[in-house]
């Protein structure tokens, strides 16, 4: 772990926790708030923000860290989207389908949950991939 492992930590929780927060909380809120029976109230919720954080946190180091494990010599843009998408049908894609299985959750908030935090996850695969190039590009 270097310099540029741990900027690159703290920029990709930055973006992140921002992403999230452009999908959760602004793109899909009100299909939430709609949901009081499987969702906090915002109130009740923000006692366990500090569980948000650490969450993005851990996300955040793990994602960089094993970007960083198998970067290549070759051109970022393609290797930052490529780890995206990967990261994404690994984490994002399957974890809101496996959700709509076992919670009532509306079928179109899914779809979104899937697409939104996909296509933040790839963005993030494309931010890690500029942070840490390797040297000589």
């Excluded at 930055?14 to 999908?23: D, E, P, Q, R, T």
């Excluded at 809101?96 to 996909?118: A, S």
Aim: hydrophobic letters at 55%; aromatic letters at 16%; a neutral charge.
């Amino acid at each position: 772990m270097n310099k540029q492992f741990f900027i690159g930590w703290l920029v990709v929780f930055i973006a992140w926790m921002g992403g999230s927060f452009l999908v959760h909380g602004v793109l899909i809120y009100d299909e939430y708030a709609s949901l009081p029976q499987l969702f906090r109230p915002e109130e009740a919720s923000q006692e366990y923000f500090h569980f948000m954080l650490l969450a993005h946190i851990i996300a955040a180091g793990a994602f960089v860290w094993i970007y960083m494990r198998g970067v290549k010599q070759s051109e970022w843009l393609p290797q930052g989207l490529r780890y995206g998408i990967a990261i994404a049908l690994l984490t994002a894609i399957p974890t809101y389908m496996i959700y709509y299985v076992v919670q009532p959750l509306p079928g179109m908030l899914v779809v979104k949950q899937m697409l939104f935090d996909g296509a933040l996850v790839v963005m993030l695969g494309i931010v890690v991939a500029f942070m840490c190039k390797p040297p000589q590009q």
